[in-house]
């Protein structure tokens, strides 16, 4: 006798829950919707950051003065593949690799403007 009524309790949360094609669907669509949120609000900026932080992490060049990950400023001294040797002050220098830059804080470009300017 108890065991029929397991049966037979199951078999009507098994029907439920067949709603059709729809049903199936409507249970998917909040987890679709939150996926797209996710991609739009956090993914996708995150990734065009990733982006422009690589590209001006290729385009470091000897001159340029920039912000190391630990806090440190510094003038690129020179550019050896991955490897940068860099003037923190007066005559000490450190090599670093190209990752650890955080950003630029004065490009070459600027700088040969002014030089330009006071010639």
């Known amino acids: 006798m108890f065991f029929a009524d397991i049966a037979h309790a199951m078999g009507a949360t098994g029907q439920q ?3 059709g094609p729809m049903g199936a669907l409507g249970s998917f669509l909040p987890l679709i919707l939150m996926f797209a949120i996710f ?3 956090l993914i996708r900026p995150q990734q065009k950051k990733a ?3 690589k590209e001006m992490l290729a385009g470091v060049q000897r001159g340029d003065r920039i912000l190391t990950g630990g806090g440190l400023y510094g003038r690129v001294m020179s550019v050896d593949g991955d ?7 007066e005559g000490v220098q450190v090599k670093l690799d ?3 830059v955080a950003n630029l804080v ?3 470009k600027e700088e040969k403007k002014e030089e330009k300017k006071g010639k």
């Open 98 to 100: 190209r990752g650890y």
């Open 39 to 41: 991609y739009f609000l």
């Open 106 to 108: 004065n490009p070459v």
């Open 83 to 89: 490897e940068l040797t860099v003037e923190l002050a």
């Open 51 to 53: 982006k422009q932080h």
């Open 17 to 19: 829950a067949q709603g």
